[in-house]
């Protein structure tokens, strides 16, 4: 059964920095595009960044390329997303995912993903 865990989320003034994790289990994590997506009260769930298997490959949502930095451990299948610059309206619960196959999927679709962790709250005060 595959298990996303995530962590590093809290409270961050504007113009702060956060790392979040995300730890993987159950399936061979090494072996597929790992996404990050959020979601912000009473908004839909939101793409945020992907990376693929073999870490060679990214891509941001436009509102956070050149901020945020989406890497992977795949010894420790492990995924991060180092967010800087943060803004208020950054504030959000970011989820991992995993997609329901490992080739062919776009990466910014939420439906893509067949498994997704509990996910981490961000505020960024202003």
């Known amino acids: 059964q595959v298990q996303l865990v995530e962590s590093g989320g809290g409270l961050v003034q504007a113009g702060g920095s956060l790392r979040l994790s995300c730890a993987a289990s159950g399936r061979t994590f090494s072996s597929y595009t790992m996404g990050w997506f959020r979601q912000a009260p009473g908004k839909e769930r939101e793409f945020v960044a992907a990376?693929?298997?073999?870490?060679?490959?990214?891509n941001y949502a436009h509102s956070v390329k050149g901020r945020f930095t989406i890497s992977r451990d795949n010894a420790k299948n492990t995924v991060f997303l180092q967010m800087g610059s943060l803004k208020p309206e950054d504030t959000a619960v970011y989820f991992c995912?995993?997609?329901?196959?490992?080739?062919?999927?776009?990466?910014?679709?939420?439906?893509?993903?067949?498994?997704w962790g509990q996910g981490t709250q961000v505020t960024v005060s202003s």
């Open positions: 990376i693929s298997w073999t870490g060679g490959s990214t």
């Open positions: 995912a995993l997609p329901k196959r490992s080739y062919g999927i776009n990466w910014s679709a939420p439906d893509e993903y067949a498994y």
